[in-house]
């Protein structure tokens, strides 16, 4: 199992940005496929972007699309979310996930390790 831990949420502006990270140990990267997901109280936690070996990058909601970016860097064992033109919309507990494989799922179900999570909250 992978060991995941988040960094990088803050407070910030409509329309600032902010990088998270998600930094992996215990394993070996690149044989997993790694999600970002956020959560706002009440609701079921929603994926937003994932990496992997077989999708490469790729974005679900079409809400985040042309804004958010997810990049990895394999040596060091770390996933990045780009997260530009932010929206109140876009705050959340950002939790980095990761699956076994190379192909990347937008349901929690298919994750087998989740990291504790990280605030972003975007407002003025």
């Known amino acids: 199992h992978l060991q995941l831990v988040e960094s990088g949420g803050s407070l910030v502006q409509p329309g600032g940005s902010l990088r998270l990270s998600c930094v992996a140990s215990?394993?070996?990267?690149?044989?997993?496929?790694i999600a970002w997901f956020r959560q706002v109280p009440g609701k079921e936690r929603e994926a937003v972007s994932c990496?992997?070996?077989?999708?490469?990058?790729?974005n679900f909601p079409q809400s985040v699309e042309g804004r958010f970016t997810i990049s990895r860097d394999n040596a060091k064992n770390t996933v990045y979310l780009q997260m530009n033109s932010l929206k109140p919309e876009d705050t959340a507990v950002y939790y980095c996930?990761?699956?076994?494989?190379?192909?990347?799922?937008?349901?929690?179900?298919?994750?087998?390790?989740w990291g504790q999570g990280t605030q972003v909250t975007v407002s003025s």
């Open positions: 996930a990761a699956s076994v494989g190379y192909v990347c799922y937008d349901l929690t179900r298919f994750y087998e390790d």
């Open positions: 215990g394993g070996i990267l690149d044989r997993y496929a």
């Open positions: 990496t992997s070996g077989y999708d490469g990058s790729k």
